[in-house]
DNA sequence: AACCCGTGGGG
DNA sequence: TCCCCAAGGGT
């Protein structure tokens, strides 16, 4: 019996999660009922690896600006990844954008409900797309991002944190505690995910006031530390990625073509530079002009 | 599977 | 200060 493997029953979470959730949720601006589906869309490729308080303005004036999938598919994608802003990995502005087109072509503009058609589009992955499924139409998927997957770890596996990487183990598992009702599903993820985010976070969890104390498999076992594998710290200081931002932070200042001379001035390094510089291009992030001048994607 | 990809804030 | 890490995705 696979909910044999729950110390607790699932309608118990559901209900101690739900009623927290409706207390203390943030009201953030892409869950309020106008919100929609591509305001959804945009704010879960923002949010990406970069915290709320940073998307916030940026997802503000990105949905001022491009309203729609076709607004922005209208436009040159280097005007996204202008746009972007220092929200950081701009890889995603550009697949955003190529997200808007393949819209505009595949579903007449409007953001599909349909799971693997989201999947299909290009920057969606596993969450984003169970994300917006859930989020912005309502339907019975398991979201599972680094909040969830760290709730889950205590709560139910009783350790620190979860492995690396997503396990089969977990997505069972969250499919075994979704709700069966959609809507209840729904309000479930974003409920587990906030708790994630404000109580059971990675840092210093505040256990003393989190909903699931009692009931906290970690807290049964005492809390015990980290044992797996360290969790790779990346450097971030020296590497192509710096290098790459430094460039392109020059570029998304200018709006005509930059002259390459203004670029060399970011990095000493030359070898490293023309690599970073390569790689840019071959992202398709910057666009090589003829005569040795440089620019964002038209 | 492991690595690459930006940026900034909080402990 | 320094380090961790933040609603991941692609290869």
């Not at 999660?17 to 892409?30: F, G, M, Q, S, T």
């Not at 290009?122 to 994300?131: D, F, L, R, S």
Request: with cysteine.
């Amino acid at each position: 019996m696979a909910t044999s493997t729950l110390p607790t029953p699932a309608p118990l979470l559901h209900s101690i999660v739900l009623d927290w959730y409706r207390e203390h949720a943030r009201d953030l601006p892409w869950r309020t009922e106008q919100a929609t589906p591509w305001a959804v869309m945009v704010s879960e490729f923002m949010l990406q690896q970069t915290p709320v308080k940073r998307v916030l303005p940026v997802w503000a004036l990105w949905l001022e600006r491009w309203p729609t999938p076709a607004a922005l598919a209208a436009e040159p994608a280097g005007e996204a990844v202008r746009a972007w802003g220092r929200l950081g990995y701009p890889r995603r502005a550009l697949r955003l954008h190529a997200a808007a087109s393949a819209i505009v072509e595949r579903h007449g503009g409007l953001v599909p409900e349909d799971h693997a058609q989201l999947l299909a589009l290009p920057g969606v992955g596993e969450y984003t797309a169970a994300a917006v499924a859930s989020f912005a139409f309502k339907q019975r998927h398991a979201v599972l991002d680094t909040n969830v997957r760290r709730v889950l770890a205590r709560a139910v596996g009783g350790v620190e944190y979860p492995a690396n990487a997503t396990t089969a183990a977990e997505r069972k598992l969250a499919a075994e505690l979704l709700p069966q009702a959609p809507e209840v599903a729904a309000e479930w993820a974003v409920g587990v995910m906030e708790l994630g985010a404000l109580v059971c976070t990675a840092r210093s969890p505040e256990c003393g006031g989190c909903p699931l104390f009692e009931q906290c498999a970690w807290q049964r076992a005492g809390c015990p530390p980290h044992q797996g594998p360290p969790r790779r710290g990346q450097t971030y200081e020296g590497t192509d990625r710096q290098v790459r931002g430094k460039l392109l932070a020059v570029l998304r200042a200018q709006h005509g073509p930059v002259r390459r001379g203004q670029l060399d001035v970011v990095w000493p390094d030359e070898i490293q530079r023309a690599r970073a510089l390569d790689g840019l291009v071959s992202d398709g992030l910057v666009e090589p002009l003829a005569d040795g001048h440089y620019q964002l994607p038209r």
